[in-house]
């Protein structure tokens, strides 16, 4: 049976490249999804993050040229997250898309308040890239 997923995404007034070079760098998520925790760090070439429930290691997907942004999450109990997450260029700026996978066992309420979360991650992203000098 497929997993339930829902689509989100922001148009970005800033060049695909750009966009990808913030997005990709680890370094930068409590910049614009900070309810993820801060600060991240590498240790060892692994990247971590201090989140509410604990440390959490994320791995990106290899710089490419295609714009995926996708990553891994391991949470404190060991559970794997896999977050597909794409820039796409769009004229002289681009859209950032973040596909939301309904866990299993998670509500409708809770489904729909990860989707208000990322939804204001994918805002702040937008704010912080549009507010940078160009």
């Known amino acids: 049976m497929a997993t339930e997923s829902r689509h989100l995404s922001v148009h970005i007034d800033r060049p695909v490249a750009e966009v990808y070079a913030f997005t990709a760098d680890p370094a930068n998520l409590p910049r614009?999804?900070?309810?993820?925790?801060?600060?991240?760090?590498?240790?060892?070439?692994?990247?971590?993050?201090?989140t509410p429930e604990g440390r959490a290691r994320l791995t990106f997907a290899p710089r490419n040229e295609y714009g995926v942004l996708d990553h891994e999450v391991v949470t404190p109990s060991g559970e794997t997250v896999y977050v597909p997450?794409?820039?796409?260029?769009?004229?002289?700026?681009?859209?950032?898309?973040?596909?939301?996978?309904?866990?299993?066992?998670?509500?409708?309420?809770?489904?729909?308040r990860d989707a208000g979360l990322v939804s204001g991650d994918l805002a702040l992203l937008k704010k912080v890239l549009e507010s940078a000098p160009a």
């Open 32 to 50: 614009w999804a900070p309810g993820l925790g801060g600060p991240v760090v590498r240790e060892d070439g692994v990247w971590f993050v201090d």
């Open 85 to 112: 997450l794409r820039a796409i260029a769009d004229g002289d700026g681009c859209e950032v898309v973040f596909t939301l996978r309904r866990s299993p066992g998670m509500t409708d309420a809770e489904f729909a």
